[in-house]
């Protein structure tokens, strides 16, 4: 049906002065047999439909003007149509998946192969997983959300991720394709977290870690008589810059073969990399809050210098690069707490220990170990530390880190 103002009638002279300023009305062209006209759209409307009142935010009156017509003030009523089909809107998003697909498919080149998607969830090949799509390939399979974006998960890491349950699994979808690691890794990045896989490892799946000190263990005192009173000042620098210091509880009385358990949470986050320092101090007339300032500093110092060069990091690709820079910094942070400290209490020793992207996921998911006497667990330790005839070690832990449930 065709509208278009009448040429053969004006109907403005005929509207009443209430209804003029809010009324437009269309008169449909002549069709024979037609009994209605001339016609308002509201009419040819109810034509089509037996309760048309529904598709308005509220009923409709019934007055009319001179003409005939109802007055509609179409300002104040709005025509509401009824939604399409949801299997309409269906067929659209999935047509929109398969273009966002294929066009991946054709920025790399058609390195995924042929597609081999046939099940009862696929129509023209792309499959409906989770709230989005997917088409699988001879090598593995490209996936989008309908976001734009397309991701394409293969190999190893697209192995680990089916065996895991896919999108269904706690990862949910990616959101990268994967990306190298300086180091020959790889990693892929999805919703809530990554896999990571390096040459000679089954991939590991991780999202945060945790790094934990557990204790100290004392080998020997410190020459002279009587028994020791130590503390130690711990800090991380991640590549992101953002350092953290914490200082132990003085442990009074410490004797030959004594262990210290003990437990302080350094670092909560990705496993990027970072830089531990461990400095150890036997109490004798100083002030630890001093020395800890005095550490902050000096690793805060160190931390700039990631920032200067790559900015910060938020990324595994970021991190990879940051890598060698957290590495060259364990000499420097070293020298620099030793400049530093011209102290009253004595200073027993001092270790950094740089840890890779690959150390942090690895350690993350290897047993720990319970050592002296079973009273300290860990993963990782210092060297010996060994001034004024002392020996001493410090230990630490990583963990992944636990999911904090959703409501």
Partial sequence: MYYHPSSTSNPWQFYNLYSYPRIISVNPYFYPYSSFFPRSFEEMWQSYNSSPAEYYSYSIPRERNQLGYPNVPQRDRPLLLPPPPPNLMEAVRREKARKTIEYKWKKLYGAPGKSISSSAFAVGAVEKVGDGYRIRYENGAIYTQNSGSAYWVHGLIGQKYDALGGVQSWLGFPISDEIPLQDGG?????????????????????????????????????????????????????????????????????????????????????????????????????????????????????????????????SPAAAAVAGPILVSLAPTVSKEINNLLGTADDFLGESTLPLSMKDMVQLATRPDELVHNNQIRKKLETHLLTGDGSSYKGYFNLHPAPTLPTF
């Fill in 186 to 314: 790889r990693v892929s990045r999805f919703e809530k977290g990554e896999i990571y896989w390096w040459d000679g490892m089954d991939p590991i799946d991780l999202n945060e870690v945790t790094l934990t000190y557990t204790g100290t263990h004392c080998f020997g005192t410190t020459d002279g008589p009587g028994t020791d009173e130590v503390y130690a000042i711990i800090s991380v620098i991640p590549p992101s810059g953002n350092t953290s210091t914490a200082m132990t509880k003085l442990y009074n009385d410490v004797d030959d073969g004594e262990s210290l358990p003990d437990y302080i949470e350094l670092y909560r986050g990705k496993p990027y990399g970072l830089n531990l320092n461990f400095v150890l101090f036997e109490r004798d007339q100083g002030d630890p809050n001093v020395y800890k300032k005095t550490v902050e500093s000096s690793v805060q110092a160190a931390a700039g210098l990631i920032t200067t060069a790559i900015g910060v990091v938020a």
